[in-house]
């Protein structure tokens, strides 16, 4: 199938400003720029008394600094051309850094996620054979351990947290301050040897290897090369109309592609302010001081956001201060519903919306630190419609995006140049999307993986013989070439009677319910469809308080009478919007919460379905029975 024309000339345009630089041009071009800018802040062992709100922050220059001494001390250690370096660690300032270092030193910066087991640490190293890890506490290293013990005098560790060394000790295990002393060391005695090697780079040297979290089989090791990243910060830039110094908060995993482009690539085009937050429950708090220009919200944090917004309305005992805010929101509804492909904006939406928004959304917004946000967008999975409608009310077009980690990030986008709620935009630019006869995804273009490290029968499964990339996702293409995804190909289920049903579908309906947490709909093979359900462990203490009900722990509320009734008016509010197919027939109320640790949840608090089924199979069998 040939690509379209226009798609080709758009591609080869978006060729041609990339050219054959590699991020480390990019970096220093900026550099050049922005020299004395605020780069990278993180709050890692900064005392409670500092300024800047307790901050610590580097400035270009030093961040390019910094990372051409860690380049040099990997040199120094023996770090090859191509080597791969490993990095587990969350997000602060010294992550980045390591990366810059790597890719400067010509080698390979793999971050791995933080939560996996010590049998993934192994299968991962033992694939890629990283000459360092980079490791930030004593958790991380034993996680590595197993790893380390079978890999010997062939990986060298450096800890971030000095005292974590004290269980390592040895000549292969160094401290963070070792490694940047040496390498300041080794540039006096040989100035050239980082531009040496930083010249050996070609755009189509991988700029990083991501392993996937393995929530199916052991972890595959996804292949990006810059060619790959400089396309994907390219081509997002325009789509998102992005331009000038922005300021942002990092707090996904480092390992997640969304993450890593928003996070470490496209500061680097830009000269922009990133804050890192190592504890994902930081981050309302951190929007609340930062107030970010751009920000990337996984569905599960606008979802946060509208459950607690909801929560506190619901609670306000002034009727008419509640009609005032649900009046203002239907107008500010109305204000992004006018805009989208197909909408038509009138004088009377444009001043009602200017009301509402003097009234209280741009007070809403500045509480949650989204006042000045001029970019914000959904990824990872689809957003629901009514989280969307939801922070619409509120004034603010949060853009679905669409890609994976195959894809570099974003192969398809809503953005200011045309979106519509429900799906996850068009194409980005110079990208080929359609759908297979199976209604499966297939995506094509300069921002997909040559492959899977070390993984041939894997990489041909994923990329077919015209060079499509076989995403996974079962989806559709509007008239205005909307893509909308309706769930996992895998994840489809398929009921006893041969229904076929999106769990999504039914879930984001259940989880509308601000009480709901989490919640899995399940029927495959079976006559009919059952859910769990999870307690948001903020929000439901907060309902539960308004109610007159004194009891916090989860455990208790999920049995308490008054809280089944409104786990069941959940069940029953979806169910009215579903077909009798897809109705849930019966739920459990768990007793507890699912969280990436209790491995429910991926990094990125996707689901994990097949541990959820392992793991309360006998709550299942009881739905059944």
């Known amino acids: 199938m040939s690509a379209d024309p226009a798609v080709l000339t758009t591609r080869a345009r978006i060729e041609e400003a990339v050219g054959e630089r590699t991020l480390a041009d990019v970096l220093a071009a900026t550099v050049a720029e922005h020299a004395d800018a605020p780069a990278f802040s993180d709050r890692h062992h900064v005392p409670e008394d500092a300024g800047d709100g307790g901050w610590r922050t580097l400035?270009?220059?030093?961040?390019?600094?910094?990372?051409?001494?860690?380049?040099?001390?990997?040199?120094?250690?023996?770090?090859?051309?191509?080597?791969?370096?490993?990095?587990?660690?969350?997000?602060?300032?010294?992550?980045?850094?390591?990366?810059?270092?790597?890719?400067?030193?010509?080698a390979t910066p793999m971050s791995i996620y933080n939560t996996l087991s010590v049998e993934q640490v192994a299968f991962i190293a033992a694939q890629s054979r990283p000459a360092v890890a980079i490791l930030e506490n004593a958790d991380h290293l034993s996680r590595w351990q197993r790893a380390?013990?079978?890999?010997?005098?062939?990986?060298?560790?450096?800890l971030l947290d000095p005292t974590a060394r004290s269980e390592a000790p040895g000549a292969r295990h160094l401290t963070w301050d070792d490694l940047v002393e040496r390498g300041r060391a080794h540039r006096a005695e040989h100035p050239d040897a980082v531009a040496a090697r930083t010249a050996e780079l070609s755009p189509d040297a991988p700029a990083t290897i991501l392993y996937t979290s393995g929530t199916t089989g052991n972890p595959k090791g996804v292949v990006l090369s810059h060619r790959n990243v400089m396309y994907e910060a390219v081509s997002t830039l325009e789509d998102a109309r992005l331009e000038g110094p922005q300021r942002s908060v990092s707090y996904l995993p480092l390992a997640h592609i969304a993450e890593r482009t928003l996070g470490i690539y496209i500061p680097q085009f830009l000269g922009s302010h990133t804050h890192a937050i190592g504890d994902p429950a930081e981050l309302l708090a951190a929007l609340g001081e930062v107030h970010?220009?751009?920000?990337?919200?996984?569905?599960?944090?606008?979802?946060?956001?509208?459950?607690?917004?909801?929560?506190?309305?619901?609670?306000?005992?002034?009727?008419?201060?509640?009609?005032?805010?649900?009046?203002?929101?239907?107008?500010?509804?109305?204000?992004?519903?006018?805009?989208?492909?197909?909408?038509?904006?009138?004088?009377?939406?444009?001043?009602?919306?200017?009301?509402?928004?003097?009234a209280i959304l741009g007070f809403l917004r500045l509480v949650l630190g989204l006042d000045q946000v001029q970019w914000a967008a959904s990824a990872a999975a689809p957003m629901p419609l009514e989280v969307a409608r939801f922070m619409a009310?509120?004034?603010?077009?949060?853009?679905?995006?669409?890609?994976?980690?195959?894809?570099?990030?974003?192969?398809?986008?809503?953005?200011?140049?045309?979106?519509?709620?429900?799906?996850?935009?068009?194409?980005?630019?110079?990208?080929e999307v359609r759908i297979a006869d199976d209604g499966e995804v297939l995506v094509r273009g300069p921002v997909t993986t040559s492959g899977y490290h070390e993984d041939a029968e894997q990489t041909r499964a994923l990329i077919d013989a015209d060079g499509w990339v076989h995403t996974g996702d079962i989806g559709t293409i509007d008239d205005d070439g909307f893509v909308a995804i309706v769930d996992r190909k895998k994840e489809l289920i398929i009921t006893s009677s041969g229904k076929n049903i999106a769990p999504s579908n039914i879930e984001n309906l259940l989880k509308e319910s601000p009480i709901i947490g989490h919640a899995m709909a399940v029927g495959d093979g079976r006559p009919y469809v059952v859910a769990v359900l999870t307690l948001d462990g903020e929000i439901a203490p907060l309902v539960a308080a308004s109610m007159g009900i004194e009891v916090t722990d989860l455990a208790e509320l999920a049995q308490h009478p008054q809280v089944r009734a409104l786990a069941q008016a959940a069940v029953d509010a979806a169910n009215e919007r579903l077909s009798r197919p897809e109705q849930v027939k019966a739920f459990e109320l768990l007793p507890a919460e699912w969280t990436a640790e209790s491995?429910?949840?991926?990094?990125?608090?996707?689901?994990?379905?097949?541990?959820?089924?392992?793991?309360?199979a006998d709550v299942l069998d009881r739905l059944y029975g």
């Not at 380390?148 to 450096?158: I, K, R, S, Y």
């Not at 619901?314 to 109305?334: F, I, K, N, T």
């Not at 949840?601 to 309360?616: A, C, F, G, I």
């Open 59 to 106: 400035t270009w220059q030093q961040t390019r600094e910094l990372g051409l001494d860690v380049a040099a001390g990997l040199i120094s250690l023996g770090v090859a051309t191509g080597a791969r370096v490993a990095i587990m660690a969350t997000n602060r300032i010294e992550h980045v850094v390591a990366d810059i270092g790597v890719v400067h030193a010509a």
């Open 148 to 158: 380390v013990d079978e890999a010997g005098d062939a990986l060298t560790v450096v």
């Open 292 to 358: 970010p220009t751009s920000f990337f919200g996984v569905p599960r944090v606008w979802e946060k956001i509208k459950t607690g917004i909801s929560a506190k309305l619901a609670a306000d005992p002034d009727p008419a201060g509640r009609a005032m805010v649900e009046q203002s929101m239907a107008a500010g509804l109305a204000w992004v519903e006018a805009q989208q492909v197909g909408g038509t904006m009138t004088p009377e939406i444009e001043q009602a919306h200017a009301d509402a928004d003097a």
């Open 393 to 431: 009310g509120l004034g603010l077009k949060v853009y679905d995006v669409y890609g994976m980690t195959e894809t570099c990030g974003a192969v398809t986008a809503n953005g200011p140049a045309g979106f519509k709620l429900g799906t996850v935009g068009r194409a980005t630019p110079g990208m």
């Open 599 to 616: 491995e429910e949840l991926t990094p990125t608090l996707k689901l994990k379905r097949r541990v959820v089924n392992t793991k309360y």
